[in-house]
């Protein structure tokens, strides 16, 4: 069987369809994008999300997607995935059409033979520019001075101070559930050993943490090196470390850039827009191969690196 993996898809329409041509050129049976996913975005949910069922059902497509830090989580919250700002789902897919679906994190599946994981969740670095769904107007609009409300109190009760607030009157565009929790280590980590992860957040490789000081320029400081995007990283890695991957597939960092994360090979894929480096075609015949060379224990130089 043949997958397209499909780096961040941003709720982009043109990126669905280029998605959805190279998926039928190349046998694809379906699509399963690295999360920042984007199609049920506040202000276009359900218009978009019912324009995407209709392209890939013409088809016979599914697509499928892990959570990015832009998702819209209110959604996957009232779908039961997520529950008191917590990933509470993690034995199933979460449909959301018939062609689309969630796929929670720490959620295992097979696909000939191929074990296979998923886990969303990395932190907005632009989390100053957008709105909550619920901030405490009396602390200012800032996430980290503002009291946020405890999710799924109704009414919204501010964490801190326990008094009534009101939700913001502009759609919101940020969730503090958008990070991995110690829940979601935990319990992604119990689940044994996977062949396959697929993530928004990587794990930090030295191909990567090089990549992101070399932004300095563009980035005044560098790209998201922040100590919070660097603790969603940690907590990735501990869930790598348990379960040992033999292959990574990420979004999030807008960029096609290949690595080594212990026994892991993490490769990284480009945004919509990028052309071939925004997608990834997943042959489960080649990879059972790639994978089987990458276990068999063996002093030569190991089998199975990435072409391009
Ligand atoms: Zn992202
Ligand atoms: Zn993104």
Redesign the pocket.
């Known amino acids: 069987m043949r997958v397209l993996l499909a780096g961040?898809t941003?709720g982009d329409s043109r990126q669905a369809t280029g998605l959805i041509s190279v998926a039928l050129a190349e046998g694809c049976e379906g699509i399963v994008v690295l999360?920042?996913w984007g199609f049920t975005w506040p202000t276009e949910y359900p218009r978009l999300l019912k324009w995407l069922h209709n392209q890939l059902q013409d088809v016979g497509l599914w697509m499928k997607f892990v959570d990015?830090?832009?998702e819209n989580y209110t959604l996957l919250r009232d779908l039961g995935a997520f529950e008191g700002g917590v990933a509470v789902v993690r034995d199933r897919e979460v449909p959301l059409a018939d062609t689309v679906s969630y796929l929670p994190r720490g959620y295992t599946w097979e696909w000939d033979g191929i074990r296979f994981m998923s886990l969303g969740g990395a932190f907005s670095v632009d989390v100053d520019h957008r709105t909550s769904e619920w901030v405490h107007q009396r602390f200012g609009s800032s996430k980290y001075s503002g009291h946020l409300a405890a999710p799924g109190k109704n009414p919204a009760r501010c964490r801190e101070c326990d008094e009534e607030i009101r939700p913001h009157r502009r759609k919101p565009s940020w969730w503090p559930e958008e990070l991995i929790t110690d829940e979601d280590v935990e319990a992604a980590s119990a689940v044994g050993p996977v062949d396959v992860m697929l993530t928004h957040d990587s794990p930090e490789t030295t191909e990567l943490r090089n990549e992101l000081h070399n932004m300095r320029d563009a980035w005044n400081l560098g790209y998201k090196i922040d100590a919070v995007s660097a603790g969603n990283r940690r907590r990735l890695e501990r869930v790598v470390e348990a379960v040992q991957p033999k292959f990574l597939f990420h979004?999030?960092y807008?960029m096609w850039i290949q690595g080594e994360y212990g026994e892991t090979h993490v490769q990284g894929i480009n945004?919509d827009g990028t052309g071939h480096a925004s997608y990834s075609v997943f042959d489960t015949d080649h990879y059972r191969e790639l994978i089987a060379a990458r276990s068999a224990p063996s002093d030569e130089p190991q089998a199975g690196r990435l072409e391009s």
């Open positions: 961040d941003h999360g920042d990015g830090n832009h979004g999030h807008h945004r």
